[in-house]
C-alpha cells in the first residue's frame, strides 16, 4: 500500500522559513516521479516541485524558484522540502506526491492520478 504523510507546517510571519518532511512508503523512488504542490482556498492545484530519480533532474515553479529547495532520501523514503523567505501568497495545504514515470511530472498534483497525502497546512502572516 502506497502511503504519504507530510510533517512540518505550521504559522509562521513573511520571510522566515520552514521545512516540510513527508514520510513515504509502499513505493520504489526510482519507479515514481516525486515531488511537491500546493492547494489553497479557492485556487487550483499548483504544481511545486518535482524530481525524476532516472534522469536526476528537479522542477521547480517560477513562484519559488530560488527560494524552495526540494531534496529526497532514497534511504529513508523521505522527502523534503525547505521552504524560506516565506510569502503571505505562499499560505495554502502543501503535499507530497508520487506519480509512475511513465506519465511524468507534468501529471504530479492532477488530482486524477498519483499518490499524495493528506498535506500540511503553512499560513504566512504579513
Known amino acids: 500500500e502506497v502511503k504519504l504523510v507530510e510533517f512540518g507546517g505550521g504559522a509562521v510571519q513573511a520571510g522566515q522559513s520552514l521545512r516540510l518532511s513527508c514520510a513515504a512508503s509502499g513505493f520504489r523512488f526510482d519507479d515514481y516521479v516525486i515531488g511537491w504542490f500546493r492547494q489553497a482556498p479557492g485556487k487550483d492545484s499548483e504544481r511545486i516541485s518535482c524530481?525524476?530519480?532516472?534522469?536526476?533532474?528537479?522542477e521547480y515553479a517560477d513562484s519559488v524558484k530560488g527560494r524552495f529547495t526540494m531534496s529526497s532520501d532514497n534511504l529513508k523514503n523521505a522527502l523534503y522540502l525547505q521552504m524560506d523567505s516565506l510569502k503571505p501568497e505562499n499560505t495554502a495545504m502543501y503535499h507530497c506526491?508520487?506519480?509512475?514515470?511513465?506519465?511524468?511530472?507534468?501529471?504530479?498534483?492532477?488530482?486524477?492520478?498519483?499518490?499524495w497525502g493528506q498535506g500540511t497546512q503553512v499560513t504566512v502572516s504579513s
Open positions: 524530481f525524476n530519480d532516472n534522469d536526476g533532474t528537479t
Open positions: 506526491a508520487a506519480v509512475s514515470v511513465i506519465f511524468g511530472c507534468e501529471s504530479l498534483g492532477s488530482g486524477h492520478i498519483g499518490y
